[in-house]
């Protein structure tokens, strides 16, 4: 039977998109918390055929110009789950391409949704959910009767289905890919399976919270052993002469690209026909067929048996052993061409352990991450660091093989350094890795980058060194010396480079930049209350988007902006980055439906207390500004861009403003905000 394919939301709960035999013919009404209170069937007539220009990644369609999914119209709301009930249904009966346009009409009617109406109208359920519990308590004090405290609690289960249905429609457009990504990997073709691959890691991106989720977890490894499970019954299908390999069971993740998931075959071999025809069908044919090519092909074999030419011949004979000597002494000749291929394969892998940390010191080469494990392992449980830093979990997210043939692994995982307990988060430091080894089973390159940064230990040529805030290791192997070269990069700005030997000794380490002085003594210290906004007019150091909400902030309509994302983490010197993503509210530009709102991405860091390091935010399309000008008057720039700033060696800070036309504009202020140049 087909596996089922279920709607899995951060809460744990299991949809199972089950068609109709399972309760004795009757409808299932899967949906009930999803759906609006007022209908059960918001689209009984069937789904709509979507335009072609609609694509799953949405690449192609300007969001401005579609009609908005108002789910609170029941006449006219596009319900994405009733479409992803009969993708299932058709999944199940005719199979994955048969379900490509409602899956595709899922997406698009999840990506319609309205996403900050979704937000106000769960604010306003949380506040009546706690006024019906203030209420609630009220008649039990106030001796009401049975009737009025029943009438309170139905009251509330409709608010908590109303909640239900409301964090449904925040998660549709996960949901909505996540459930096709399960289709199309588990029982897709080739051209689905990459297509299913490609809308998994667009749902996590869109939130990557869900993949930490034990239901989703399970519909995923389902989804790619069912994937294994067809590959290796397709190969046992194949006539008779190919090899099939077993199907992948370690680790499902290993078959993410779209060139990894056919199994390799072997060869067939036929060399079998001789003997048979040797032992019993026909014993004096293959004589008969041999004889003539055997009288024709040796006459060398017949010339010692004709007593003609072997007294003219007999001074040539005896040089013609030597020759012979001499052809017996090339294959010895030919030893030294053949022994690079020879020495090539008895040459053993190098071993990854020789790069491992050794309690809590770790090889220039084998950062956290990368060092403890070997190429290619997988887990999903914390791993042991053997006294330095344990890994939570470890995924391999695509396994390639290059042009010359080197195998290239991809990695992303979490480190449990449990430092920066901030505002509700674990402080865990996700990573992004990837390393080459060649045919022969040598490293040959390694890059780690971390979410963030990392403390840590390192071995080096004059004893153990620890290096704060690393963010991305670099290692490659270098043929002339036989050596890994090792660049490691500090978020503070400190670069070192070291040489690792293949016996994993550390042959040379220096720090060739150090750090950059972000603290001047004896100055104001940088407090963000010194860059506050004043109406229209920001200053340049947070300007809007990073201004207009404290920092940290994320939430909905604060009149400045429409939304906010924030993404918070700690260093192990105190400071706080925060990594904004959101949509400012201007709308001047309504023109034929187009709202004109900005989008934006963001980031500043600030110290533990509160004091500016750096900042910057780009826009998604040019926004006209005013900036804080020297004497507090305000400059205006339009069609701006980009914004950064940045702390320089005296202490004081200095701005660029970049416009659409690429023309740089720099503003210089003090730390308490008092801006001295524009230029």
Known sequence: MAPQFELVDPRGQNYDLQPSAYNNGLVAQVFDGRQPLWERNTRAAGYENQPQYYQFDGSSRDARLERPNDYRNPQSFDNPFKHLQNAHERA??????????????????ADRIDQRQVSRDMQNNDRAIEDNSARLMRAGRMGASREQIRAIQDERIELEREKQFLDNLRMAPVYARAN??????????????????????????INPEIEWNYYFNEHRNRAYTE?????????????????????LQSNP????????????????????????RQNRSLPQRPPERQNPPNSQRPPES???????????????????????????????????????SETQQSVKPFDTALLAPSKDLYSPAGPPGLGESTPGETFSSEKDGKGGWDIDWRELVSKKTDSQGNTVYSYKGEIDDNTGWLLGLDGDTNFSAEETLSAAGQLLKRVMKYDGSLTYKVKTDNGPREIK??????????????????????????????????????????????????EAPGLIQANVSNFSHSGDTFHVARPIGIGGAIPGWAGGDNDVLDHRT????????????????????????????????TNFSAQEILDSNNNLVSSYIEYASSKDMKFLGVGGQPVSISDVVEVRTGREADGNFASTVKDSKGTVWTIKFKADGTVTEVK
């Open 253 to 276: 993740y290993e078959m993410q690209d779209a060139g990894d998931h056919q199994p390799q075959t072997r060869q067939s071999v036929s060399p079998q026909r001789p003997p048979e």
């Open 180 to 205: 096709a990504a399960f289709c199309f990997i588990a029982k897709g073709n080739d051209q689905l399976f990459g297509m299913g691959q490609h809308l998994l890691r667009q749902a996590l991106q």
């Open 302 to 340: 017949q010339i010692p048996q004709n007593p003609q030419k072997p007294a003219d011949q007999q001074p040539q004979n005896p040089q013609r052993p030597p020759e012979q000597t001499s052809s017996a002494q090339r294959p010895p000749e030919k030893t030294p061409a053949n022994n690079p």
């Open 92 to 109: 199940s009966s005719y199979g994955a391409q048969s379900a490509f346009h409602d899956y595709q009409s899922a997406i698009v009617a």
């Open 227 to 247: 994937r294994n499970r067809r590959m290796a019954e397709a190969q046992r299908r194949q006539p008779p002469g190919y090899q099939p390999l077993p199907p």
């Open 469 to 518: 805030d690393v963010h991305k290791i670099t290692t490659t192997f270098n043929e002339a010396t036989k050596k890994f070269d090792t660049e490691i990069e500090s978020t503070d700005g400190a670069i070192y480079k070291a040489e690792t030997d293949l016996t994993g000794k550390v042959t040379k380490f220096s720090e060739v930049q150090t750090k950059v002085n972000g």
């Open 566 to 597: 924030a993404q918070v983490t700690r260093a192990s010197n105190g400071n706080v980055t925060y990594k904004y993503e959101g949509e400012i509210e201007d709308s001047s530009g309504w023109t034929l439906g187009m709202n004109g709102d």
